[in-house]
Structure formats: structure tokens, C-alpha cells
């Protein structure tokens, strides 16, 4: 099936790559499918000047002593770098750790980064207080800016933009290139959160310099694991990057590396049927009287929903709804309490279905872009496509029963 989404084209690309890519080459005695977890932390050297030898190969994944990444994280890097299409990746401990580390990285104090006004909230919170208080000056910019606008906001101690596509929370997805041609104009790198867009969006042809993710999502995919990788699209970067990293003491533990390869050989799989699932639901949904607008990339209804059919292969299966003005949020809390498949809980990319309101709580600098009337976001599972909307029609009795 190819649905207007197209989710099929570029996940069975995809699942070439999961397959094949991130094992070692077979030496004469044979190697196993899937990297098995090497734990430790001390690597033992026959003499003083192979040790120094090795110290010198940092930069190549190279197992050196446990705090500088096991060989099952040094695999995992290898095959984050080749979906995502930059030279080389760094695991790290979690999500968010992928979005501080490279701000850590590439910052100092006098410098400014600009950040979409919809990034992941954490992130937010981390320029605020941290990158503030280290002397770094921070601004944001709406992110369905026109290019004429962004610049406008770009200075001249300008170093970072940092964006995520789509937003956090409001799923405004953006003009990536663009992006990258103003920063690059000016003297500064693109930082891309790809957590929603990973093997969907080729982040390194649109022009990004550094592109996040949250291996807690899709790739682990099992709402077991939390990591995080940042991938990087030349040496340069590399270096900064990997310097920072092990000054800061980033890595993720081997049973987490492990679990992540072994989830992500079923990604392709996993996301093609929950995307199909996800865009059902959406396209359901926009039906329904009580929904004023659906936030999913792959219909005109999404904010940038030109930028997703040109620069996209495909959608995930993480969208936003926005109740129409008769609901209020008091409303909307109880048809979420009814729900019975949707969990309520953070995080998503699991098997699970999910769900959170989105209003109330969140944090922006231009209000134009938060939903004004209640609105909540769904994360779509594996379970059966009818369970599933079953489920959210006994919900919406309940809102009419809340008013
Ligand atoms: C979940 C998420 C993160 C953080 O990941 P954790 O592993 O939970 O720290 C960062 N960015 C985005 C877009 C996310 O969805």
C-alpha cells in the first residue's frame, strides 16, 4: 500500500540499512548477526606504546577505556551515522543529553544562539538557565518564519541556530534548507532535534551541520532504553564534538547500546505500520465535529505541510489535535481519563499508544503559534487500527457527558 503519506517508499529503503549496516566485518572465524553487549571498563594493552597508540584513535570509535564508549556503542554509532547520512555520530546518555552536549560543545560565553520558539521544552530550559548563566545569549525566532524574518533575528555573535522539525508539541514543520543558507551566510551552524524525522528526513542533503536524537524514541523503540545520539556532517564538527564528549564524560551503557541495535532492526517495520496506523487515525479525526484541526505533517492542515511533502520520505506516528472552541481544557482532561489503549505518560515512538494534552504548561515567546482551545497529542501503537478508534469514540462521549 502507498498512501498519500508515502510511508512505504522510504521505510523499505530503510530497512536495507537496519539490516545490513552496524555489524562488524567477518573475520575467519565468523561474527554474529547483531553485535552482542561487550560490557567493561578497563581495556588491557600488551605494552605502554600500543596503549598510546590507541589513545590517538579516539576520534575513530575505537575502544580505548569504558568511559570513552564500549564496542557495542562504538556499532551503534556506526549505524546512527549511516541512517542519518553524516560522518560520524556520538552516543550519549539520553535525548536530552544529544541536545546540551553539542550546545556545550560549540558555545562560549559572548556567543548568541537562536532557537525555535517550539523546541522541546527541556532544551528550552537548558539555554535558559544554563547557556544564560555560562554568558551565552539566547533569543528566539517563530518557526514558521519567513527567511526575511529569521534574519532579522540573527546577530552578529550569532553561532548556533537550533531548531526542531516539527515543533514540539505544535508540529510546525520548517524550511530546513532555508534554514541552513541563513546561519551558513552568517557564520553559523545549524543544529537539527531529528528525533520525529529519523530515516525520513535526510538532515545532512537539507544542509544541517549537527542533527540530534532521542534513541528513547523510535530506534529503541520499546519504551525500555534512554539514549541519545548527535550525529555530525564533517570532520570539523567531529572533533569539537568528540572533544566535548569525553570531557564531559558522555557515553550510554553497553545494555543500552545493545538493546537500541536490536530495536532498531525492526524499526522499519514498526514505523511503517504505525505511521499508516497514525495517518488512519489522523485522517478519522479530521472528520469528527468535535476537532478543529489535525496537526500531522502529512496533511495540509499541518503548519509547513509544503516543507514535509518536499523534503520528507515519509511520517512518524506522533501528531497533535486541537478541539474546537466549544471544549475546555477541564473538558479535554476528562476524555483523556477515559481513555482506556491510549496510556497516559511521557515520552513516544514506543509500541504504545499514547497520549497528552499539550495545552497548559508549555512555554513560548510568540503565543500566535499555541493552540488557544484545548488540544492534545496522540502517539500511535501497534495495536489494531479499529481497537484503537473505538477507543477514542467512547472518549469523545465522555467530552460530551464533561460539558
Ligand atoms: C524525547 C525527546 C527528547 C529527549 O529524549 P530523552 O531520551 O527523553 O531525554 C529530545 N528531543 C525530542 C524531540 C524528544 O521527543
Not at 505544535?170 to 529519523?198: R, Y
Not at 506516528?317 to 481513555?339: C, D, H, P
Request: with cysteine; net charge negative; aromatic share 8%.
Amino acid at each position: 500500500m502507498t498512501d498519500r503519506s508515502g510511508v512505504d517508499t522510504g521505510w523499505q529503503k530503510l530497512g536495507t540499512t537496519l539490516t545490513h549496516a552496524g555489524r562488524p566485518e567477518a573475520p575467519e572465524g565468523g561474527v554474529y548477526v547483531n553485535p552482542p553487549v561487550e560490557r567493561g571498563s578497563t581495556v588491557l594493552f600488551p605494552s605502554l606504546e600500543s596503549m598510546g597508540k590507541r589513545g590517538l584513535e579516539r576520534y575513530n570509535h575505537a575502544s580505548i577505556y569504558g568511559a570513552m564508549g564500549s564496542p557495542t556503542q562504538h556499532e551503534l554509532e556506526k549505524l546512527i551515522a549511516q541512517i542519518e547520512g553524516g560522518t560520524d555520530c556520538q552516543i550519549v546518555s539520553s535525548g536530552l543529553a544529544a541536545c546540551t552536549t553539542p550546545l556545550l560543545a560549540f558555545l562560549k560565553a559572548g556567543d548568541h544562539c537562536l532557537l525555535a520558539d517550539s523546541v522541546y521544552g527541556p532544551t528550552r530550559r537548558f539555554a535558559e538557565n544554563m547557556l544564560r548563566r555560562f554568558g551565552v545569549d539566547i533569543s528566539y525566532f517563530p518557526p514558521c518564519a519567513s527567511r526575511a524574518e529569521v534574519e532579522d533575528y540573527i546577530q552578529p555573535n550569532t553561532r548556533i541556530i537550533f531548531t526542531e522539525s516539527p515543533g514540539s508539541h505544535t508540529f510546525e514543520v520548517q524550511d530546513i534548507p532555508m534554514l541552513a543558507d541563513v546561519a551558513h551566510k552568517n557564520g553559523a551552524l545549524l543544529f537539527l532535534d531529528n528525533t520525529w524525522g529519523f530515516g525520513i528526513f535526510a538532515p545532512f542533503e537539507h544542509g544541517v551541520d549537527v542533527s540530534i536524537q532521542a534513541l528513547t524514541k523510535y530506534p529503541s523503540g520499546h519504551s525500555d532504553v534512554i539514549a541519545g545520539a548527535i550525529t555530525v556532517a564533517n570532520q570539523a564538527c567531529w572533533r569539537t564534538l568528540r572533544d566535548a564528549s569525553i570531557q564531559l564524560g558522555q557515553l550510554a551503557g553497553p545494555d543500552d547500546c545493545w538493546l537500541t541495535l536490536r530495536g532498531l532492526r525492526t524499526m522499519g517495520v514498526r514505523l511503517a505500520q504505525q505511521a499508516r496506523t497514525a495517518l488512519q487515525i489522523a485522517t478519522w479525526l479530521q472528520e469528527r465535529p468535535e476537532v478543529a484541526q489535525v496537526l500531522h505533517p502529512a496533511l495540509p492542515d499541518c503548519p509547513g505541510h509544503a516543507f514535509w511533502k518536499r523534503d520528507f520520505t515519509g511520517a512518524g506516528s506522533l501528531f497533535g489535535v486541537v478541539l474546537n472552541s466549544t471544549y475546555t481544557q477541564k473538558n479535554m482532561e476528562r476524555m483523556i481519563n477515559a481513555m482506556r489503549l491510549f496510556g497516559i505518560g511521557a515520552s513516544w515512538g514506543g509500541y504504545e499508544s499514547l497520549v497528552l494534552p499539550t495545552t497548559g504548561g508549555i512555554t513560548r515567546s510568540f503565543g500566535t503559534e499555541q493552540p488557544s482551545d484545548p488540544a492534545f497529542r496522540l502517539q500511535i501503537g501497534l495495536e489494531n487500527v479499529q481497537d484503537l478508534i473505538a477507543d477514542l469514540e467512547q472518549a469523545f462521549n465522555a467530552l460530551h457527558h464533561a460539558l
